[in-house]
């Protein structure tokens, strides 16, 4: 092992076991994007005990023994924010039993073909020194919205910062939402048409309206006897009276407008993801203001139910007053985030639009934005300072500021190169044929 390898595991190590520390940083000569305002020539950005103190331009007094970062010619922006991925929840592909976002085995197990697992909360699971994480935040995203799959309800997601070695530190809400599709892939739930489906959600959600009004008469068993089970109706209240919202996976247009209409009969925050077609109805989810968390990438049809894909989808929605936030839909490749945002830039989203969809919007759709998704006093010290403009395929990550802390830029695959690009002398090496 050369020692350049060793020092890269060791900080890789130590970012993982320190906790966070008390730091005053000033990052100083770069140009600001706040999100929240106008860009800042030759900006300042202050960061002390793990938020933003001050946001300003040259003339920005730096604390005393502050450390410095020199962004002169570089860009500095909030942290980006992934907004559907199973981050610190699936390890690798082809592994079943490094899956924690979905428990459609156990199911199988127990031959149930109806899945609904509303009280299935995914920071159970959460493993904070995934591999895949390191590879994320070293591109620039500082902070995820990490949820369930595989079900017509697959249960409840969180947020998370993208450093920490323990799921308390991480986590920045929990439960966040519930999840839920009206999708293709719901259908093999039900067993059914897509009618089905919007059939046994009304089911679930008027089990879990009768069971809120009978909860003394349920636990003397002098109650009906309902579709799922109690932790279920239970995990279920929050979604009924309007304190969680509800994600739901829908891509056809007209199933979009029926998940409008349930939203709209049961008084539930929607907020649809996918939305492949959303942009036929963008009017509708104007008028309903309901956000739409979205791909960019995506202009061939899969299926029948996407017949409407196209790269323009994310700037008709914006144009017609639609709250987008864009997602790479990944999580072994989410660092592709602002490959989607810029690529929605290229079909027609203003560009200060498209960097609001990877920050600001996720951090309102999710309802943190009163700590994250703008460079504001007080908000929690997650800062990137890029070489140029963060949309931008080649531009380079210089530095990635979590709660404060600098994260070195250090990934198993970093690792990994940088051991075989410094192999040690006594290394025998053998000519290329």
Do not use: C
């Amino acid at each position: 092992m050369t020692k350049r390898f060793l020092a890269a595991a060791l900080a890789a190590a130590a970012l993982a076991a320190a906790p966070a520390a008390a730091q005053t940083i000033a990052i100083t000569g770069g140009t600001v994007h706040p999100v929240s305002g106008p860009a800042i020539p030759n900006g300042t950005v202050i960061i002390r005990d793990g938020r933003i103190a001050a946001v300003g331009g040259a003339g920005t007094a730096i604390p005393a023994g502050a450390r410095r970062i020199d962004a002169t010619g570089m860009w500095v922006t909030p942290g980006l924010i992934e907004s559907n991925t199973q981050l610190g929840l699936r390890e690798i592909e082809g592994l079943s039993e490094t899956n924690d976002a979905e428990i459609r085995n156990v199911l199988e197990r127990i031959e149930t073909q109806d899945q609904v697992q509303a009280a299935f909360i995914v920071t159970e699971g959460l493993n904070p020194r995934s591999m895949v994480i390191p590879v994320t935040r070293i591109m620039g995203i500082t902070t995820a919205v990490t949820r369930p799959a595989g079900s017509l309800i697959s249960g409840q997601g969180a947020i998370i910062d993208m450093a920490g070695s323990r799921v308390e530190e991480m986590t920045v809400v929990s439960p966040v939402a519930m999840y839920a599709s009206m999708s293709q892939n719901a259908r093999s739930a039900v067993g059914g048409p897509r009618s089905a489906i919007a059939m046994r959600l009304r089911e679930v959600l008027e089990d879990a309206r009768a069971y809120a009004r009978n909860r003394q008469n349920f636990e003397r068993g002098a109650t009906r006897e309902f579709s799922v089970s109690r932790l279920d109706l239970e995990a279920l209240q929050p979604v009924l009276a309007g304190r969680q919202p509800l994600v739901l996976e829908a891509h056809r247009a007209s199933d979009i407008q029926l998940a409008l209409r349930l939203a709209d009969e049961y008084g539930i925050r929607l907020i649809i993801s996918g939305g492949t077609e959303a942009w036929m109805v963008a009017g509708d989810l104007a008028r309903a203001r309901v956000p739409v968390v979205t791909r960019v990438l995506n202009n061939l049809p899969q299926n029948f139910e996407s017949l409407g894909a196209t790269y323009e989808n994310a700037a008709r929605l914006r144009r017609a007053g639609v709250q987008v936030a864009i997602t790479s839909g990944e999580t072994w490749k989410a660092y592709t985030l602002r490959q989607e945002a810029g690529n929605a830039v290229a079909y027609g989203l203003p560009w200060e639009e498209a960097l609001r969809a990877v920050t600001l919007y996720p951090a309102q759709i999710f309802g943190v934005a009163d700590r994250y998704g703008t460079l504001e006093p007080g908000k929690v010290a997650n800062v990137v300072v890029w070489s140029g403009d963060p949309l931008e395929l080649l531009t380079d990550v210089e530095h990635v500021i979590i709660r404060g802390r600098e994260v070195p830029l250090v990934s198993r695959e970093t690792m990994l190169r940088d051991r075989y690009m410094n192999l040690d002398e006594n290394v025998r090496t053998y000519p290329r044929p």
